[in-house]
């Protein structure tokens, strides 16, 4: 099956990407995914887009035949604190916030550190899922971390670049968080982590992990537009009311 719904993807406006917002579409439209979210880096890191990328998204169309844009972010952890380099009103009109650990602005350091950041994000109210949190380099305390996602209704991903391009050796970290979301009743959702737009959709790998630890597929975020729609409400979003209507009577 083909999930419909990718929830990571970079665009040119991080220089170490390499799509449009056009190109996304071209490849959603062939792939027949229905709704995406754009999430270029936060302002904190080397080549992320300036602030105001993130200010301006509201001039994005919310569907371009038939594809859905959510306005989002891939925001860092800056420290201890699960500060993330995003605030105040600004959140409020992105309709999807992600965050996650990156060396140039959280350098790895020691399990304890990581596990309370990664909690004090989760705790923040502010994040709606933690990127690619089975990243080696950022080891954490895992049953912590998933018993605070599912308390807390934060969703946490299973990245597929982590298996392809980017952060080898996530499998193991991958396969202990989706067997602790399954057993602890966390929310899971797969991110292609697109830094061009082929890869759009693409979740093969995150997928074998999924069904390795047989994790409840009417669990997962990407089943349809309004299963991460009726998530982001729930989280406080209400700029993504403006879809409902287009998703309402599809099929979940
Ligand atoms: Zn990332
Ligand atoms: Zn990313």
Redesign the pocket.
């Known amino acids: 099956m083909q999930y419909p719904v990718d929830t990571h993807t970079h665009t040119v406006a991080s220089s170490h990407a390499y799509s449009t917002i056009h190109d996304y579409l071209a490849v959603a439209k062939q792939k027949g995914i229905r709704l995406f979210a754009t999430t270029d880096h936060g302002p904190a890191m080397a080549d992320a887009p300036h602030f105001w990328h993130f200010v301006n998204l509201r001039v994005l169309p919310r569907m371009v035949d038939g594809v859905g844009i959510l306005r989002g972010i891939?925001a860092n952890i800056k420290n201890r604190d699960g500060e993330i380099d995003y605030f105040g009103d600004y959140l409020s009109h992105l309709d999807i916030v992600l965050a996650?650990f990156?060396e140039p602005v959280f350098a790895p350091s020691d399990k304890a550190t990581h596990t309370e950041a990664m909690i004090n994000a989760i705790k923040s109210g502010k994040v709606d899922i933690i990127?690619?949190p089975g990243n080696p380099a950022y080891p954490i305390d895992i049953e912590a971390v998933v018993t605070a996602a599912a308390q807390y209704g934060v969703a946490l991903e299973i990245n597929n670049s982590s298996f392809e391009v980017s952060r080898k050796g996530s499998e193991a970290n991958c396969t202990a968080i989706a067997k602790a979301a399954k057993a602890l009743g966390a929310t899971l959702v797969m991110g292609s982590?697109s830094h061009v737009a082929f890869s759009l959709g693409g979740f093969d790998r995150a997928l074998s992990i999924i069904n390795a630890v047989d994790y409840p597929k009417d669990k997962l975020l990407n089943r349809s537009p309004m299963a991460l729609l009726d998530f982001l409400t729930l989280r406080g979003h209400q700029t993504v009311a403006d879809f409902i209507p287009l998703f309402r009577d599809e099929a979940f």
Do not use: A, L, S
Request: no cysteine; aromatic share 0%; net charge negative.
């Open positions: 891939e996650g990156h990127t690619h982590d």
